[in-house]
């Protein structure tokens, strides 16, 4: 439990980075975040679309949905771990089994 505690702590903090500082930081800035959410899930490969993001590691998926995209999770085995509530993005997470 300690992990996911660890691990909505980075994304809520990356989610208020984005809100308030999306306009003055640069790519790198927030890809370093993102670098530090990677190595908690322990992702193996990062895919990166016009608004949503994929980590995909061994034993666990995640999926950041940005606020003007969807996601219809029905039928997919993801969950909802997390949604932001200045950016309204939304955080999926698939355990592998």
Do not use: C, P
């Amino acid at each position: 439990m300690e992990k996911e505690q660890l691990l909505k702590e980075k994304i809520e903090a990356y989610e208020w980075s984005w809100y308030i500082d999306s306009d003055i930081r640069g790519y790198e800035y927030f890809e370093n975040m993102l670098d530090e959410i990677v190595q908690i899930i322990g992702a193996k490969e990062v895919k990166r679309f016009i608004g949503f993001d994929l980590f995909i590691g061994d034993g666990i998926e995640m999926m950041r949905i940005a606020g003007f995209s969807e996601f219809d999770n029905e039928g997919t085995e993801f969950e909802l771990f997390y949604r932001d509530k200045h950016t309204n993005a939304k955080w999926y997470i698939k355990r592998n089994r």
